[in-house]
């Protein structure tokens, strides 16, 4: 994932330890919470890494459609080692969608192909948000008192609000232009050619870099605003189009 000969074998038993540590810590409360963010989870992974896949096949690619890349079940998606990381860390990824860039239509270039490809992870993560957002202000306008104090009901509602912030914060992360994450393709077309050329030659560096950010938490502390204007766009988006504002 990350351009390193990481041992996973190693890597699945400090996240093992990982999760042990977070369960040892967490109470009921914290316990419960985890086990409702796991449909939100798994179903952001899947539109970001089925949206990769689309927009290949779609631009001439078939190589993710031939690997069963090109469908909605989670098991298709989902990485182990990204998934526990998502589910305890709040950064994670997916099960990388590959392409084959010979394959594109030669009607566009390979760099502006791969740009769409990486942009459509994301935008599929958006689009999930917004559609959650709509079911969520549905059930206000629609929904009985009862509902919101049922139990039944408040377990819907909060798996659908980890839906919408899971989705934003997953879109809004893999936005960083940084490798190995889709923003470091999205934006690669637009910088001048000496750039490029200087960002490509000195792409291990930025690996590292990415490294530092994530693992100290300054990734998280940077986009953290950004997850939160959107997500009161689209929430407010959705409560305009059902007359709730």
Not at 128 to 152: D, P
Not at 161 to 178: A, C, D, E, K, S
Request: glycine content about 8%; hydrophobic content about 55%.
């Amino acid at each position: 994932m990350f351009g390193f000969n990481f041992d996973r074998r190693t890597l699945y038993i400090l996240i093992g330890i990982l999760v042990i540590l977070s369960l040892l810590s967490y109470g009921t409360g914290g316990i419960i919470d985890l086990l409702l963010s796991i449909p939100a989870v798994l179903l952001a992974i899947t539109v970001h890494e089925f949206g990769h896949a689309l927009a290949a096949y779609k631009l001439g690619d078939d190589t993710a459609y031939r690997q069963g890349r090109l469908s909605l079940n989670p098991f298709e998606h989902v990485d182990p080692l990204g998934l526990a990381m998502l589910l305890f860390a709040h950064i994670g990824w997916g099960k990388p969608v590959q392409v084959d860039p010979r394959n594109y239509n030669r009607n566009i270039s390979v760099e502006k192909a791969d740009a769409i490809v990486s942009f459509a992870g994301p935008l599929m993560n958006f689009i999930t948000a917004i559609i959650f957002a709509l079911i969520y202000c549905a059930i206000i306008r629609f929904a009985g008192a009862a509902f919101f104090i049922s139990n039944i009901g408040q377990i819907i509602i909060a798996i659908i609000v980890y839906i919408i912030t899971m989705n934003i914060g997953l879109g809004v992360f893999n936005l960083i232009p940084l490798p190995p994450l889709d923003g470091s393709k999205i934006f690669l077309p637009i910088l001048p050619y000496n750039a490029k050329s200087w960002f490509i030659e000195h792409e291990q560096m930025f690996y590292f870099l990415f490294l530092i950010i994530w693992i100290t938490g300054i990734a998280g502390r940077l986009i953290s605003p950004i997850i939160g204007e959107m997500t009161s766009w689209i929430l407010n988006l959705a409560m305009t189009i059902f007359g709730l504002r």
